[in-house]
Every structure is written in C-alpha cells, then in structure tokens.
C-alpha cells in the first residue's frame, strides 16, 4: 500500500471486506457510505469521518470498486455501513 496516496473527489478506490455473503447486501453499487480515519491513542480508538464514496462495482471475490465523491481518503481507512466495515486498500490510477 502506498505510504501517503490520498484519494480525492473523483479517484476511484478499492476497498477490502472479508467476503462475507451479505457484503452485496450491505453495500449496494449506488451506495454513499462514510469513510473514517481511526487513530489508536492511549488504548482508546478515536475515529474522523473523512470523506464518503459512492460503490461503482464488485471487483473480485473481496473487493469493491467505489469512487471518492466528498473528502479525502487514504489507504488504511474505513468505509463502514451498518456494523459491516471495509478497508480502503488501493487508489486505482489510469
């Protein structure tokens, strides 16, 4: 993962999950969901909402495809929606 990419509006991303069945269910293609930035201090996690993606598509049996659509976003954040959690692993360059 490269150290300090971030991802602005309109880069697309992918995002890890653990390929769970229901993930399809959770994170439907059309899907705003938040990303957040979780910073471990003193053994409490603090977490930022940093910006939001937009799901554009399954790519692979762990992986989705989205788009940064307000916010920046780096590898190593989390999209989450309904206690179903994704990492952001990989900006996708052309």
């Not at 602005?8 to 705003?32: A, M, P, W, Y």
């Not at 003193?42 to 916010?71: C, F, H, M, P, W």
């Amino acid at each position: 993962m490269p150290a300090g990419v971030t991802s602005t509006i309109g880069d697309q991303v992918r995002l890890f999950h653990s390929g769970v069945e229901n993930i399809q269910k959770v994170f439907c293609v059309g899907d705003v969901i938040p990303v957040y930035r979780e910073v471990d201090a003193y053994g409490v996690t603090k977490r930022t909402e940093v910006g939001k993606i937009k799901v554009l598509s399954y790519d692979g049996k762990q992986s989705i495809l989205a788009q940064v659509v307000e916010g920046t976003v780096t590898p190593g954040n989390i999209a989450e929606k309904e206690a179903t959690a994704c990492m952001v692993y990989v900006p996708v360059k052309e």
